[in-house]
């Protein structure tokens, strides 16, 4: 069997950026796999701008900023193998893959896990009704429009304010669809105020709050949808029914990442993210397997995809070279206002990246981490929101003890 | 009369506050850097907004090559830029970077190829 330092499953922005940085740190056995004809992921798809404004303190489009990492990748000659999908991996680091030769099978010292996410679907919902085409998620009808050159839509409605949803909806409206509304059945918007801004009131596109489809119509095509209004605890409220004439339904209504592989490989998932637990190496819980970018957790933006998987190369290439990584025996407790901490466990011997999410809007808030109810590292924000991750650094010289963490927000 | 904006430059999404009297800019607060101030002086005076699309093209191995604009065009133009975009056809190979249309409807604004496209193999 073919042996590699590193096998990088997935060819996408958090893929690129380990191997590039694996490289820089000296690590040249490495081969990425992907299942897609070309690398760069989700981004080929993702063609508006406002990606690099962290990494590369620039606004590029989804292709550009995927392309200065595969360019980066040939002009180091790392290897990669596209067409190639990963079929399982052993918690011994056997990877198989089914590609263009056939069947093939690697023993790698270290996996790295960065197959990112998928969608969330009308399944997923329940939404009653009968079952026409013309309800797609967002992602698809991007890759229809961007990549496949298809129009699929023109008379639509928009359930869920995802940041794909909301750039979907501006999309359609450049290219003559009608949106006629985005309804999100939380009170508060799941996306980027910005795109709600740029995307959504630019073009006259009402966003309706706390509302949510009860109904689906329509025969062999989408013929329209019933509209409700929710509850508190997001129940339809009967009465307030609504129908919308339409032949497309776009959902933008959560990211799930891709586990399926992880899971047969024995690594343990937290409940909260639905991605590995992860310690301050991004190491999970089969040593010498890695994962960073959306597959550990979904993220806003990709800026912090690529830097979070940087991270992780550091480690792994520490690892490939029979370096021992710290133990990380301190665990990371969350108040009911934290929706979830990566990493989940850290050795409390090194500053470390700490990321959350909020679970409910904010202001004028604290994030505080603790430790036997002392502070020891906080960030103030003027407002917190769900849908921003929000990221800082715990230093190791401010820790007061080999107790647990906890990370609350105080008001 | 007091105007809210939300900068759309960087995804904070500063939620900022403008004070104008007779349509004369007098304070703002909420911002946290320069370019949120430059946005509002800019919103209230000529807004301007990026476009991405896609232009066609013939024997590539992708029947697209996604295209943006270098600078923001006013954004009741946004419209007739798509429209002078939507006339383009491209042939294969195509590099990114390429100018398909150099200063839009006459605006500081070129159209560039984001994603190259190879020949089809």
Known sequence: ?411 | MLREFTCIICPNGCEIQAQLENGVLTSMTGHTCPKGEAYVRQELTDPRRNIATSVRVQGGELPLASVRLTNPIPKDRIFDAMAEIRGISLKAPVEAGTVVIAQILGYESDVIVTKSVALRG
Not at chain 1, 262 to 290: C, K, M, N, P, W
């Open chain 1, 1 to 411: 069997m073919e042996k590699r330092d590193v096998i990088i499953v997935g060819g996408g922005p958090a893929g690129l950026a380990a191997a590039v940085q694996l490289h820089k740190k000296g690590v040249a056995n490495i081969l990425i796999l992907e299942r897609e004809h070309h690398l760069g992921g989700i981004l080929r798809q993702c063609i508006h701008d406002g990606f690099g404004l962290s990494r590369f303190q620039t606004a590029l489009s989804g292709p550009e900023y995927a392309a200065r990492f595969i360019e980066e990748v040939k002009r180091c000659e790392i290897p990669y193998q596209t067409d190639t999908t990963v079929l399982e991996i052993s918690p011994e680091k056997v990877v198989t893959a089914a590609s263009r030769e056939g069947l093939v099978q690697y023993q790698a010292k270290a996996v790295i896990l960065t197959m990112g996410c998928r969608e969330r679907t009308r399944g997923a919902l329940g939404i009653p009704g009968e079952r026409p085409a013309g309800v797609f998620t967002a992602g698809v009808v991007q890759a229809y429009m961007n990549l496949y050159n298809r129009m699929p839509a023109k008379e639509v409605v928009i359930l869920g304010s995802g940041d794909i949803g909301m750039i979907m909806a501006r999309r359609l409206t450049l290219e003559g669809a009608h949106v006629q509304a985005v309804f999100e059945v939380q009170p508060i918007p799941s996306g980027l105020p910005r795109n709600i801004e740029q995307c959504l009131n630019d073009y006259g596109i009402p966003l309706y709050l706390s509302h949510t489809v009860t109904q689906i119509h329509g025969d062999s095509r989408l013929t329209g949808v019933t509209v409700s209004q929710v509850d508190e605890k997001l129940r339809p409220i009967p009465g307030t029914e609504k129908e919308y004439a339409c032949d497309t339904l776009i959902l933008s209504v959560g990211l799930i990442p891709e586990n399926e592989l992880s899971i047969d490989a024995g690594v343990q998932l937290d409940g909260r993210t639905r991605g590995a637990l992860v310690d301050e190496h991004y190491q999970t819980s089969v040593e010498g397997i890695f994962a960073a970018g959306n597959v550990l957790h979904v993220h806003d933006l990709v800026d912090f995809v690529s830097m979070e998987a940087e991270r992780l190369a550091d480690a792994a290439a520490l690892y490939v070279t029979g370096e021992t990584l710290a133990d990380c025996p301190l665990g990371i407790r969350t108040d009911e206002n934290v929706g979830h901490t990566i990493p989940q466990r850290v050795s409390g011997k090194a500053d470390f990246q700490l990321s959350l999410r909020v679970r409910r809007m904010m202001k004028d808030c604290r994030v505080v981490v603790r430790q036997n109810g002392q502070e020891v590292a906080a960030k103030r924000m003027k407002k917190a929101l769900p849908a921003e991750m929000i990221q800082f650094v715990v230093r190791a010289d401010k820790l007061v003890s080999q107790e647990n963490l906890e990370v609350s927000v105080e008001c």
